[in-house]
Nanobody
Framework: VQLVESGGGLVQPGGSLKLSCLASGFTFRAYTMKWYRQAPEKERELVASISSGGVGTNYADSVKGRFTISRDNAENTVYLQMNSLKPEDTAVYYC?????????WGQGTQVTVSS
């Protein structure tokens, strides 16, 4: 299993970014996918999840109405569209899936929201 995130960067408050996570090594379309984030000196937190077929989504209260998770099963990719970004969204964002009872993580992509 390999998960590779991209799309992070520096953005001003109120701006937008779209993260991507390219998956390989497993049957992507069969698994729920999640985005987590971890800010300095804080616990890793679940940001959003999407069901295997893409119909079911869930979001942390802190990002509802601002972030949208989606997936393209033909491209083995899950996305996180982040709008109206705030300084408190600054964190390393990780893609995640659980397969065979084991957690798999990408290397993370840094998102910094600052003026």
């Amino acid at each position: 299993v390999q998960l590779v995130e991209s799309g992070g960067g520096l953005v001003q408050p109120g701006g937008s970014l779209k993260l991507s996570c390219l998956a390989s090594g497993f049957t992507f379309r069969a698994y729920t996918m999640k985005w987590y984030r971890q800010a300095p000196e804080k616990e890793r937190e679940l940001v959003a999840s999407i069901s295997s077929g893409g119909v079911g989504t869930n979001y942390a209260d802190s990002v509802k109405g601002r972030f949208t998770i989606s997936r393209d099963n033909a491209e083995n990719t899950v996305y996180l569209q982040m709008n109206s970004l705030k300084p408190e969204d600054t964190a390393v964002y990780y893609c995640n899936t659980i397969r065979g009872g084991s957690d798999y993580w990408g290397q993370g992509t840094q998102v910094t929201v600052s003026s």
